[in-house]
């Protein structure tokens, strides 16, 4: 086995034990919040002998310890268990909203990355110019602005003064794609926004320390072409790092959706952590858990591996 498989199984196994804590850690909390599950389903006039009976029908007049070690089972054999909620798989309950927010990312990534990186390449090939101070100072001020700043400021604009953008999206009003893409814009900008901003400032940085290297110099010096030199020399060697901070905002994306989605009333996985949260319903809770915590693993491990291809001294030196 390799260097790079031999990472790539050890960071595997590192994510199987990094799910497993996120669930008993999650589960753990659960347990700790005032209330009672039943009470919440049945409401305040349920009868003790109804409340007995649900709990037994739910599992939740048996241990803790006995709770999580059958919901663990049925992960392992591919069964997220029952909503207490909705009284139905949650693999079937979390899909819709799994595809709706999957969507929402993947235009937002499709938006941030690119625009990201390049903007970073400018600024760092155009150092200390008034576009790389306007750029920087742009992006400086949208990093440190929340999403529900910069959400409510993108509806106040292009919603209520100008009225190009609806300010709710997928309440499935869209009768054509146009109108559901429409509808995407002011979402994906405000969970891009930051995104973009630390992606531009990473690859600026990493740029600017390439390009004033010895080696780099020395094949200017040499007489290469510039634009040769900056694509077999100086992206390769700047888009590692930058590729940390992308995993790292994927991560922080899938946080961002819960502000994102109940900002503009977007029914994704955001919206469904708030209303597990909420009803305490804990098979619901660890899913979306589970999947947001693999998510960010992955993302990761993907940015390591395309580090490690990029620079092979990484792999070497672990």
Sequence with gaps: MNSLARFVAQRLMLLVLTLFAVSVLIFTITQLLPGDVATMILGMQATPQDLATLRTQLGLDQPALVQFGRWLGGVL??????????????????????????????AGMAFAVPAGLALGLLCALRRDSLLDMAVSSA???????PEF???????????????????????GSASTVLQSITELILPVL???FVILAYIQRMMR??????????????ALLKGLDRRRVIVAHVLPGALGPTLSVIALSIGWMAGGLVIVESLFGYPGIGRMLVFAIRNR??????????????VYALANLAADVGQRALDPRVGSSA
């Design 77 to 106: 054999h591919g069964d997220l268990g029952m909503s207490t909620r909705f009284h139905r798989p949650v693999v079937e309950v979390l899909a819709p909203p799994l595809e709706k927010s999957l969507i929402l990312a993947l």
């Design 139 to 145: 992006t400086m001020f949208a990093a440190a602005m």
């Design 149 to 171: 700043v910069t959400g409510g400021l993108l509806i106040i604009v292009f919603s209520t003064w100008l009225g190009w953008l609806p300010p709710f999206a997928g309440t």
């Design 190 to 192: 405000a969970l891009s």
């Design 205 to 218: 940085a990493s740029v600017s320390e390439v390009l004033d290297s010895a080696f780099v110099k020395a």
């Design 281 to 294: 319903d804990v098979p619901l809770l660890q899913a979306i858990s589970l999947v947001v915590a693999a």
